[in-house]
């Protein structure tokens, strides 16, 4: 499957935007899906995950309560709220697929597919 990641941008701390990731399969329920974000210099860390049928969530600590993911699998569509953001929300942030939908995993080995990021910066 592939995935496109858009949505990213430039926003004021205490600022709102919603990523979206578009997947290419027709049966993206059959998928588990995630957010993961890189800083510069630093490694790609987990931000929230999802499972195939939208039941079951994880976020990291670090964004819970601020940010919420969500998709809808008629439009075969994973997104990722994110409300009140902090100028350390600022990375890169990749989609991710994986082929076991029953699953929210947090560990980027997890995953079978990623897309290309979009970038976030956000001002102080």
């Known amino acids: 499957v592939q995935l496109q990641a858009s949505g990213g941008g430039l926003v004021q701390a205490g600022g709102s935007l919603r990523l979206s990731c578009a997947a290419s399969s027709h049966t993206f329920e059959g998928y588990a899906a995630g957010w993961f974000r890189q800083a510069p210099g630093k490694e790609r860390t987990f931000v929230a995950a999802?499972?195939?049928?939208?039941?079951?969530?994880e976020y990291a600590d670090s964004v819970k309560g601020r940010f919420t993911i969500s998709r809808d699998n008629a439009k075969s569509a994973v997104y990722l709220q994110m409300d009140s953001l902090k100028p350390e929300d600022t990375a890169v942030y990749y989609c991710a697929a994986d082929l076991n939908p029953f699953t929210v995993p947090r560990g980027p080995l997890e995953y079978d597919y990623w897309g290309q990021g979009t970038q976030v910066t956000v001002s102080s």
């Open positions: 999802i499972s195939g049928r939208g039941g079951t969530f």
